[in-house]
């Protein structure tokens, strides 16, 4: 299995371009998310999913959308890119929500390595 | 908003010695994991402990959970120069009746050989 696979690994754009980070796992996992990592931030969440065609919004949402037509892909759309939407941004994807104790599975997260985005 | 803070936010030791992070969270949890990155690559888990266990091992790792004070440890014995990486707890948020994973600032370990 390749896991989760994240492209591009980086990308330059202008301020006002717009583009799409690709997102796909092989593990048959229902959940599946976006986060963005940013120094001294931690890793924000964006936008998640748990299953095909059903997507919600995370902590900072704003700027970004995000669908899911398959169970295995998961693209995050920058429409207007800006500058502050430089960093880096991970895919995640997990076999189910993090109820360990109901279904016995450990919630673990599997992420991708990484998109690094520079809007100038 | 910060469910989980790390804490130290960064940590020198010597080969050798053991590591000790913490994490600190706000609102009841059912479980807590931790989480490690090595520089410009993803996180990778490490270990999940849920919230009616107060200690729980792998390999070299020790993680502890004290529901009543909010808080959890992760110690890593023996540390070795590949243990350098950045260390994250996350815990799971009700928001609005969804579960989300939010992870902490993370602690950046660098093991001195």
């Known amino acids: 299995n390749a896991g989760v696979t994240q492209t591009p690994k980086f990308q330059v754009l202008k301020t006002g371009q717009s583009m799409t980070l690709q997102c796909a796992q092989d593990?048959?996992?229902?959940?599946m998310s976006w986060y963005r990592q940013d120094p001294g931030m931690g890793l924000r969440l964006i936008h998640y999913?748990?299953?095909?065609?059903?997507?919600d919004q995370g902590e900072v949402p704003n700027g970004y959308n995000v669908s899911r037509s398959t169970t295995e892909d998961f693209p995050l759309r920058l429409l207007s890119a800006a500058p502050s939407q430089t960093s880096v941004y991970f895919c995640?994807?997990?076999?189910?929500?993090?109820?360990?104790?109901?279904?016995?599975?450990?919630?673990?997260?599997?992420f991708g390595e990484g998109s690094r985005l520079t809007v100038l | 908003s910060q469910q989980g803070e790390e804490d130290p936010q960064a940590l020198s030791i010597q080969e050798g010695e053991n590591a000790t992070m913490n994490c600190s969270y706000k609102t009841s949890i059912n479980n807590l994991q931790w989480y490690r990155q090595n520089s410009g690559r993803g996180l990778v888990h490490l270990i999940l402990i849920r919230s009616n266990e107060r200690e729980k091992h792998s390999g070299r790792l020790r993680v502890t959970l004290d529901t009543s004070k909010k808080s959890s440890s992760l110690l890593i014995t023996a540390s070795r120069a590949a243990d350098t990486a950045s260390y994250f707890c996350a815990t799971v948020l009700i928001i609005q009746g969804a579960q989300k994973l939010v992870f902490g600032q993370g602690t950046r370990l660098t093991i001195n050989p």
């Open positions: 593990m048959n996992h229902e959940y």
């Open positions: 999913s748990v299953g095909a065609g059903i997507t």
């Open positions: 995640a994807s997990s076999y189910s929500m993090f109820t360990a104790f109901l279904d016995g599975n450990t919630g673990e997260l599997f």
